[in-house]
């Protein structure tokens, strides 16, 4: 007779054993990221062999630099007599010593501190803007903030923006009053029509009227002193803020079924985006004067930011376009089952929806206008690529000098650009609300 089988049964739970070693820490990610594959293994070897070479290259270089020196002569005796003969390093003295211009290009030295101040400024006016958590009182000084760059950049008389910002009020009071009578429509004709009937025939006489009675203003600067990262800033931060009211109105243009804003809309953008923007910059310096009245002064950077403000606006009409497209047709319905116009479907229910949508497309376009900044230096404006630093170069002292001022500059608009980027993935994780 056979014995009947042992049962054993473990009363105590065996202690928890650490992972292989190929299973956790850095060996695992390596392993997972870097060599997961023979090609992905050929692919890291040869991204470490581009960075190996790289890093011996110009590790010197940079090892080598010279920050204090009057001229690039100066510089090549101080690396040679610190290093030996032979020794090559980067002259950094060429910024110390010429850095104003970069960042001021000819504006007048003694008034630095009035685009130094405009600059500070703009960023209390973009704050509620870009961040919900600033107190929305703030926005009213945004709204007055065009007119305080203005004056503070250009300087002049205090009443040009005065009168300038009184246009916008005629046209919000306008609207106020003739839209519970007329409506939507006849209230957004008056709301433009007006402001520019103003601005034209009656804003320069009031100025001058009021300054003769109470001169108030600043020195004035001409166009032609600005430069650098001044005039940078000027063009592109303007043409971002009027680009993109621009850009959706001609992207809900280019979707109305009304039959003359829909062509004009769509011939605006077509034409737009099929012409190169150093054509259109030729056109604002040259060609504008010509369909103006004679011995109109008619300012160049004006003419450039109207320029890059249109082209940037079809750019971002089509990308808002984009954003409308991907809306699904019940976001529609829904809001015609509530009863709303389509004024108040747009501005509550379809537009919040495709500008979250759009937000890396609009942001990229920012991104591209802020750099076609240093394109204005073929209508005769120092931007702070190739305006300045040929300026710069052209002088005895540095002549030859080549690759610091680019690497300078460069630095700067990689800077700005990836703090654009970092906010785009800021506010697109802020109103990620789908899965929430």
Known sequence: MSKSPAFFVRKDMLPQLPPPASQQGAVKWA?????????????????LAAV????????????????????????????????????NGACWAVIKERWPQYLFGFYPSHLYWRPVLAFALMFVALAPILFSSVPRQVLWFSLLYPAIGYLLLWGGSVWIPVVALAGFAIGFVAARIIHPIGGAIP??????????????????????????????GLEAVRSR?????VLAFTIGVTGIVFSLPLGIMLALGRQSDMFIVNKLSVGFIEFIRGVPLITLLFTASLLLN?????GTDFDIILRVIIMVTLFAAAYIA??????????PKGQYEAADA?????WKATRLIIMPQALKISIPGIVSTFIGLFKDTTLVVFVGLLDPLKGITDAVRATTDWKGIYWEPYIFVGAIFFIICFSMSRYSMYLERKLKTDHR
Request: aromatic share 14%; glycine share 8%; hydrophobic share 55%.
């Open 31 to 47: 392993r997972e990221n870097l060599f997961s594959s023979p090609l992905n293994a050929f692919l890291t070897l040869m991204g």
């Open 52 to 87: 190996v070479f790289l890093v011996i290259e110009f590790t010197p270089w940079f090892l080598h630099s010279v920050w204090n020196a009057k001229s690039l002569a100066e510089c090549r005796e101080i690396i040679a007599a610190t290093w030996g003969e032979g020794a």
């Open 187 to 216: 209230a957004t004709i008056s709301a433009v029509v007006l402001p520019v009937i103003w601005w034209v025939f009656l804003a320069g006489v009031a100025a001058d009227l009021l300054q003769s009675v109470v001169p108030l």
């Open 225 to 229: 002193e600005f430069g650098g990262f």
């Open 290 to 294: 010509y369909f103006l009245p004679p």
């Open 318 to 327: 089509e990308v808002i376009r984009g954003g409308l497209a991907a809306l």
């Open 338 to 342: 509530l009863g709303l116009d389509y």
